[in-house]
């Protein structure tokens, strides 16, 4: 092992050296080059993105018609951090909370750790490696970009750690409700966090009710929910469904072959109540069938609560609709955000800036049948309130009257 630490301590500092000389030789951008890299952006996302026709009903823009003035506004900038901007601004105006630069602003984290995915995740591995010189350019830009931000005031440990706080649980009313409440579902926590929750969950025998508050959860992993909570809280496995729906663009073929292997070309004749652009001829379905197995069940036989608003986004939102297909809990508050249903964002690199991109390219069918990519979850009660809090005290008062 010592001789592994040496070596490594040897030859590291060298490869960096090779590294920042080489991203200390690339030339800004040109016009042409910027050109180039929309064109192929702009290409594949009108074959494989599935929710133009949602934002053009819901914010009223037609992103593909917008090709020349988006052309127009890229060749017009100065350097490429302003470069970088402008096409950020152009993909902020279809309002997708999935699609972002983030896996070239977090690079040096993302990259180690689709690497270490498998072979399930090879073509997001690639995307991550075509250009590493790029990449690594682009991340020290952009952080550069934001250390002339104002610096933020540093809180005490205890502050800090207490707002950074995604999980926390209490017996409410003498005890006759108990209180979960997840803002994220982070899946590096789940061997961490089974501990607590089991604890807790220990102590709810005697509650009626068990309300679990995501409000604001903006997601995670499903295996976060399905194993830490559900699965101490069924008494036998229980078995839901995935209806999923992908456009048939050569790059999503790229990255989910097995997807087309047993999926079945959309027709108006599959479901009702669909957006029409589904019916085009390019969109598949593809039904997957899930099951949780029971994990040493705790003694509850309350009734269960999972209060969700529309910030509520993701692998959250596929909680909400996990309970609604299989009435495991009552979905009360707000209608949720859009895209609970789906898999991980595709990552693509540009040709000619390496900019790291992802984009969501599979979304479902909700229980009740509509299109989760626009709809969200609509809950089974409406509890209202003009924030969190006074959301889940109006549920509190509601479950109260009950009684």
Known sequence: MKKFVSLFLLFFPMLMSAESESVTALKPLTSDQKTIDFEYLYTVLRDNYPFFGVAERKYGVDWLANHDEYVRRLKATADDTAYYRELNDILRELHDGHMDFSPTIKYSKVKPILDGLGPDFEPWSRAMHRDSVRAVYWEQLLAKKDSHKKPVKK???????????????????????????????????????????????????????????????????????????????????????????????????????????????LTENTYDGLPEELYDGTFYTRKYSREIEACDPVAFRGKIFLLVDRKVFSSAGGWADFCKQTGWATVVGETTGVQGIGRDPIIISLPESGLLLRYPYCNGINADGTFNGEVGVRPDIEIHGENKNERLQNLIAYLRHCK
């Open 155 to 265: 809180k005490s440990p205890s502050k800090r750690s207490s707002a950074k706080s995604y999980y926390t649980d209490t017996l409410l009313c003498k005890g006759k409700i108990a209180l979960m409440r997840l803002s994220s579902l982070p899946y590096e926590k789940i061997s961490a966090d089974s501990l607590r929750v089991t604890s807790f969950l220990s102590t709810i025998s005697d509650a009626d009710y068990l309300i679990i508050d995501i409000q604001g959860n903006s997601g995670g992993s499903e295996l976060y929910w399905s194993r830490l909570v559900v699965s101490r809280l069924i008494p036998k496995p229980i078995t839901y469904f995935s209806i999923q729906i992908v456009r048939g663009g050569a790059v999503n073929r790229e990255y989910n072959p097995d997807f087309f292997e047993g999926a079945e070309s």
